[in-house]
């Protein structure tokens, strides 16, 4: 292992560091002696007897001298910055008892000095000779924790240096396994899990983990292991969050356990911790874990065994109750008082010119307070405009709105009943039925788009949405078609339903279909399959690429077809590399799009550096004009880089470089990417870039940058940014489609009047909604052409964003589901992993009573003894059962 210490290489070091005593002039020594306090100096006389003693030819001698070193190295305390002193007064004599040892007979005294050698070596061993491993293993069988934590760490240090050179030479490893072993059961008994953790991955053998985890340490273990596997390659990560699972399902840990199944995607894992747990509250605590992601999950009666209960449990996961808890949430903050677009455009509050210009009916001003309208109210069941009950009771007002919008205006405007009714699938499909005995073909198209915005999210077991669009979709007027086949995306996102993939998958090959039918089918089908990497929908996809012509490769729509693509393999990283392959071989036109959208889906919401290097590497050429494939990029770094905190603000630098050196095409898509890293999370530093972007003069960067205000102050009321759009819908005044994108901004910024968030990430940021991540790139990519998707005919596109639309609540309920009201703190979360002791998850708290909302990056723990939670997380839906120990204070 290292080498001879007399060998040429250490050999002069070594000579030095002996004679230094003896080569100082006396005056210097005597001087270094008076400096020493009177126990110093009798120690270090003390211990260079002891050096003497051991060269002593007598064992009985040099036995007693190793003990009382041992004894003195042993008791001496270390501060953090000191030494301890008999290490130091050592120091010169290390190199003396090296060589006595190499000379020493082989007896238990060589093995005692061996140890003592070990330690020393800690201060004294040169880099990267690893001696202080060298001794241990020469050295007695003892207990290495009695030297104390800093010569633990130092072995475990060596010991993966070491044990990358054995592999590297494929030497045995055994010996240094078994020092492993008792370096782990040290730190897991010393609260060092990080360590111990950290020094299994080195010598990959994380499984022996798992014996040593006990009841009082299993927590902080597991925290690491799944917060550290966010920043290690694949497929280590994935090999540490099964570790993790395994230590949570010995433990009974389920809620924990099912958080890291959802995350894997791994459906046997949720089966397993189904069928191993028997508490049916925990399993009721399941079910709003997998509906608030957005699962298809079917239970069995092996995972359920009572008829009933199961009903009950398959029913919270279709989320049938989450319109009712919505509305609960929303009579507590007392919101329910439907609100108009005027009362969010404040217009009173601006000065004369532009309110002025406000009044004037146009078409586009009446679409987009139809936006404004819908996103407000959204999940309320009431609002100002299409839902008001008229006195004759006809229903006539209703109409009145709808045809203050003009052709496609319609269908945007029949929809966003959908939206309003959100969730409450029973009175929304009563309400829109009246829709479909239109004989405006827009009317009917926005109807059916409504009906699948009403289904989002809930699935039913009678499938309403299946049964109503299933005849639209084979119609031959192309709005309605795409109001049928979008719709159904939207109600079944995320549900790899077999029915609609037969129905949609030939419109995708089907030669007289029109262009934006076909990228309609791609994107819904993309939804519906979101990260399912289905091979035969690629494969449908991938010729109606090839199919297009020149001039198709040119439409602005073509870009959802790449999309579609990308979304069948959402997260799935090396999943996708057969089909990016086979894109190099599509028209030039669309290969490096095609490229970029691909990997930038297959790679999101992992935090790969190196993906995100590669995708910079794309922006930083400057490119001739034409060239389209830089925008999917620059959403591609958001998209990988927003799994986790460091990353997003590394990314949100990125970004403000490239606004600085990029070409145009690439200035236009960092606002939407800073959209989506900030997403309902109105940052301070990101609000003022994008409130700059907002005045450029390209009108293109303008728009994006608005509508980005929108995306990160979505559903907050965020004041500042609602001033912010005030001042720019008086600023643009005059100019039509930017004022459109203000006012779409303005309502989004008051999504469901504040109780909304479209952030993809919940469980306190460890799990990515797939479906909710689809929505919102979705609408991002269709961004990249505002002219002509948004502020074309497609503007129902901004629909997409009901896949992410969350309740950002807190609601806890008791065992009968019924919500309960009880004082919780939130406040703003802290990351306590690897910390020692218990401290504290949240700082700046306030005590409210539940439902409460939670602002992004809040954390609420329970204030009260008297109930406990059911899951480790507070978020959503959260069951509470009583405490048995708890005793009211008289």
């Given at each position: ?18 004679k230094v005593p003896s080569k100082d002039p006396k005056k210097k ?210 090999l540490v969050l099964d570790i993790a699972y395994v230590i949570y ?305 040119g439409e602005p729509l073509t870009r959802l077809l790449p999309l ?327």
């Open positions: 292992m290292a080498p001879d210490p007399n060998s040429t290489s250490s050999g002069p070091r070594e000579e030095a560091s002996v020594d005597e001087k270094k002696d008076e400096d020493l306090s009177d126990e110093d100096l009798a120690l270090k006389q003390q211990l260079e007897l002891y050096v003497e003693r051991v060269q002593d030819s007598d064992p009985g001698l040099q036995k007693m001298a190793l003990e009382s070193m041992r004894q003195e190295i042993r008791t001496a305390t270390s501060s953090m910055t000191s030494v301890p002193k008999p290490l130091k007064f050592l120091r010169p004599h290390y190199g003396a008892l090296k060589s006595f040892y190499e000379t020493m007979g082989d007896s238990d005294l060589k093995k005692y000095l061996a140890d003592i050698l070990s330690v020393l070596a800690l201060t004294m061993s040169a880099e990267g000779e690893l001696e202080s491993l060298k001794y241990r293993l020469l050295g007695s069988e003892g207990d290495i924790g009695s030297w104390g934590h800093e010569y633990v760490r130092n072995l475990a240090g060596e010991i993966s240096q070491e044990y990358a050179k054995r592999q590297s030479e494929e030497a045995p490893i055994d010996d240094l396994m078994e020092l492993v072993q008792q370096i782990v059961a040290f730190h897991m008994k010393h609260n060092a899990e990080p360590e111990a953790v950290d020094l299994l991955m080195e010598v990959e053998d994380l499984d022996l983990l798992v014996e040593h985890v006990d009841k009082t340490n299993h927590k902080r273990t597991c925290l690491y292991l799944t917060s550290s596997a966010r920043y290690l390659p694949g497929p280590d990560d994935i399902l010995k433990f009974e840990e389920y809620p924990n356990a099912l958080q890291i199944a959802v995350f894997l995607d791994n459906m046997q894992y949720v089966k397993q911790i189904f069928t191993s747990c028997d508490d049916l509250l925990q399993k009721k605590q399941f079910c709003y874990i997998l509906a608030r992601h957005g699962v298809a999950f079917e239970l069995d009666d092996e995972m359920v065994v009572d008829n009933d209960e199961r009903e009950a449990l398959q029913d919270i996961i279709n989320n049938s109750k989450l319109s009712e808890g919505y509305l609960t949430l929303a009579r507590d903050i007392e919101v329910m008082e439907p609100k108009s677009p005027e009362d969010i455009y404040k217009a009173h509050l601006l000065d004369g010119r532009a309110s002025a210009g406000a009044s004037v009916d146009s078409a586009r001003q009446n679409l987009a307070a139809t936006f404004v309208n819908a996103f407000v109210n959204a999940g309320f069941g009431q609002d100002k405009l299409m839902t008001v009950a008229s006195e004759a009771s006809s229903g006539g007002s209703s109409g009145n709105w709808l045809f203050k919008n003009k052709e496609h205006g319609k269908a945007s405007a029949a929809a966003s009943l959908g939206m309003i009714l959100l969730w409450d699938v029973d009175s929304g499909l009563a309400q829109i039925d009246k829709y479909f005995h239109s004989n405006d073909n827009h009317v009917i198209a926005g109807a059916l788009l409504g009906v699948g915005i009403v289904n989002c999210g809930i699935k039913n077991d009678c499938d309403p949405a299946l049964a109503l669009l299933a005849d639209y979709i084979g119609k031959e007027d192309p709005s309605i078609r795409i109001g049928a086949i979008l719709g159904l995306g939207l109600a079944y996102a995320g549900c790899q339903n077999d029915q609609i993939r037969c129905k949609l998958t030939p419109i995708l090959n089907d030669a007289k279909a029109p262009l934006d039918v076909i990228a309609f089918t791609a994107i819904s089908l993309g939804f519906v399959y979101v990260g399912s990497c289905n091979e035969e929908i690629a494969q449908a996809i991938i010729f109606a690429l090839m199919d297009r012509s020149d001039s198709e490769l579609g693509l990308g979304l069948l393999y959402l997260g799935k990283q090396e999943s996708v590399e057969a089909t990016a392959e086979v894109s190099k071989t599509f028209n030039e036109k669309i290969r490096k799009y095609c490229d970029m959208t691909l990997l930038s889906c297959a790679y999101a919401g992992t935090g790969n550096v190196l993906k995100v290097q590669h995708l910079l590497g794309q922006c930083a050429q400057h490119l001739e004009k034409g060239e389209t494939h830089q925008g999917p990029a620059v959403l591609g770094i958001a998209m990988v880089a927003m799994a986790e905190e460091l990353g997003l603000e590394m990314a949100i630098r990125s970004l403000e470089h490239l606004l600085q050196y990029g070409e145009q095409n690439i200035r236009r898509a960092v606002p939407l990417a800073l959209g989506l890293l900030c997403i309902s999370n109105p940052k301070v530093n990101v609000m003022d870039t994008l409130s700059r972007l907002s005045h450029d003069t390209d009108t293109e960067v303008a728009m994006a940058a608005v509508i980005s205000l929108g995306l990160i102050g979505a559903g907050t009321n965020n004041a500042r940014i609602a001033g912010m759009l005030r001042n720019l819908s008086s600023y643009y005044y005059k100019e039509a489609s930017l004022l459109f994108c203000v006012r779409i901004a303005q309502g989004l910024v008051h999504l469901g009047k504040g109780l909304l968030t479209l952030a993809p990430y919940h469980s306190d940021r460890f799990l990515l909604s797939p479906s909710a991540l689809a929505g919102i790139v979705t609408l991002l990519h269709a961004c990249l052409d505002m002219k002509a998707i948004i502020l074309g005919k497609y503007h129902y596109v901004l629909y997409v964003l009901v896949l992410a639309m969350q309740p950002r609540m807190l609601m806890t309920v008791d065992e009968d589901l019924k919500p309960l009201s009880v004082p919780v703190r939130v406040g703003q979360a802290v990351d306590v992993v690897g910390q020692a002791g218990r401290p504290k998850t949240i700082t700046g708290f306030q005590t409210h009573s539940t439902p409460v909302l939670l602002a992004a990056g809040d954390r609420a723990e329970l204030a009260t003894e008297k109930y406990i939670p059911v899951s480790p997380i507070l978020e959503g839906f959260v069951i509470l059962k009583e405490n048995p120990d708890y005793r009211e204070d008289h």
